[in-house]
């Protein structure tokens, strides 16, 4: 492929640069194992995304309640109760998430060659805790607080496009979730990188799943990096 025309790179944050898998899991399998009956972690997965997107395709709500009513949603399709603080508790858990072990170096790396940006369904607060941890600056950053949408709303990614200033044949959109950011992408005929990061419920992780061919297909962000860059060296 022929990234020679990219200016702008944008990520999606939680599943592409974030840890957001093993952090979920980590506070959702406490209040998911009643009993000592352990729930499999793919399907507290699935369960968890398909009871976000339907809350995400309603009426706007902030993403620590879309968070919370998942969880609250969880528990009743699995018969497991689950309390108010158990579900604040696991909207919170979002800024105790992680960076993968390549995302900050393979950010730095980029930043050097690229503008960066950020399209996240998420609130400016969450993010801002989140960001502290990324290491590099954003010169676009779009949340769904800020558009009052949600990925794969296209709204969202027409936001982008105008603050950035520059042309969306200039903008590479890199996301784990199809569903989310490879079939909007498409949509809006702006190249697009599906980062296909290892999971429990490969393929997906914990969000929708879809069919959609990117315009590329990487495992990691350091792949990315080699992908557009050349080497990795930076990044082990």
Known sequence: M????????????????????????????????????????????????????????????PYRQVLA????TMGRRLNVGISGEDSRRFAESLTQWEPFPD???????????????????VDDDLFAATKKKLGVEFSVIVTAQQVRSYKPSPANFEETVRRSGVKKEQILHAGQSVYHDIVPTNALDIKNVWVDRPSARPGSGATRPAAAEPTAKVKSLAELVKLLVGSTTAYH
């Open 103 to 121: 995302t900050v170096g393979s950010l730095q790396a980029l930043a050097k060659r690229f503008r960066l940006g950020i399209i996240s369904n």
């Open 2 to 61: 022929d990234f020679s025309s990219i200016r702008l790179i944008t990520f999606d944050c939680y599943g592409t640069l974030i840890d957001w898998e093993t952090g979920m899991l980590a506070a959702l399998r406490p209040m998911f194992s009643p009993n000592g009956r352990a729930i499999p972690d793919a399907k507290l997965l699935e369960e968890y995304g398909e009871a976000e997107v339907e809350l995400e395709a309603g009426e706007y709500l």
């Open 69 to 72: 009513r998942s969880v609250e």
